[in-house]
């Protein structure tokens, strides 16, 4: 049975079968679960709501809303920013085209810092480029000893993640600072030197000769603040790997995502700093088996940081 047109689509069922058709003709890998994603969002409708709910008619203000939210889907605006928010380690934050749109594999940084902190310990963790602040969310949400910091060099992205420490009734747990890396916040003695016991980072770590190969939805939507460096991609890993030993504890750890082709090089980093020794250095794999965390202990000493001195 052919489709009706979009435009002329009343009930649910008719506007998912013609949104459907209309992804998948302008190519979208996944069109079926796209049109659903933005019924659920419209209508509030779960799956089972969806499937059930086929004849019952659209009201002429969400038809226009649908319509509208498919017309930018074609333009390639990221459903995330059309639905305003994502979920992460359950919770349910929000987006926009200021922050990096959250990934499953930032997910998987999270499980590696909980794994090292002690939960029956009182812990100290700095999150340096937060972005939406859903790293240092969802530690605080299931670290409830830990003390948390986190900063970006962005005050739109600021405003994002306080907004979401907020939603999330975490707003007393993580402290926000404008920062665009370590250095400056000991400088202010927001973070305590030598104190940290873990340093997590999801840096800018795209090569600017790689942005012509990226999705649409990523180079021209998402902020390239934290998307690219330079040196490759390696300019800000190489600062956290510089820096890390002023802030962290003897015995701290040291988490950041990379690029899955960074692994050897940020392995050298690691091995071949001349200011602190590292321990253990290693790369980790994500869920899809990726090169994609770069791991590490801090076995020398901290480094002493003179406030009035540029190191």
Avoid at 175 to 192: E, H, Y
Wanted: proline share 7%; with cysteine; net charge negative.
């Amino acid at each position: 049975m052919p489709h009706v047109p979009l435009e002329q689509a009343d009930t649910v069922a008719q506007w998912r079968a013609a949104a459907r058709s209309l992804l998948r003709d302008a190519g979208f890998e996944n069109p079926n679960l796209e049109a659903d994603y933005l019924l659920r969002h419209v209508l509030d409708y779960n799956t089972t709501q969806i499937l059930t709910q086929g004849e019952h008619p659209l009201s002429p203000g969400n038809r226009s809303l649908l319509a509208s939210l498919v017309q930018k889907r074609l333009n390639h605006v990221p459903l995330q920013h059309l639905t305003g928010e994502v979920e992460f380690r359950g919770l349910r934050l929000s987006v926009s085209p200021s922050v990096l749109i959250p990934r499953p594999e930032t997910e998987g940084l999270v499980d590696h810092v909980l794994k090292f902190l002690d939960p029956s310990q009182e812990s100290k963790v700095l999150d340096i480029g937060t972005g939406s602040g859903c790293i240092a969310l969802a530690v605080a949400q299931e670290s409830p000893q830990t003390q948390i910091w986190a900063s970006d060099v962005s005050q739109d992205a600021l405003n994002v993640a306080s907004a979401n420490a907020d939603q999330c009734a975490l707003s007393d747990r993580v402290r926000f600072k404008k920062a665009d890396t370590i250095l400056p916040l000991l400088k202010r003695k927001v973070v305590p030197a030598g104190s940290v016991d873990v340093i997590v980072s999801n840096p800018p770590y795209i090569g600017y000769q790689e942005k012509d190969a990226l999705p649409v939805e990523v180079k021209d939507h998402e902020p390239g603040l934290a998307l690219f460096a330079n040196d490759e991609g390696l300019e800000m890993i190489r600062s956290l790997i510089h820096e890390a030993p002023y802030a962290l504890r003897k015995g701290g750890f040291l988490a950041m995502e990379i690029g899955e082709t960074q692994g050897e090089r940020v392995l050298q980093l690691l091995q071949q700093a001349s200011n602190a020794s590292w321990s253990r250095p290693r790369i980790e794999n994500d869920l899809a088996g990726r090169p994609r965390y770069a791991l590490a202990i801090l076995s020398s000493d901290p480094i002493p940081f003179d406030v009035g001195k540029e190191e």
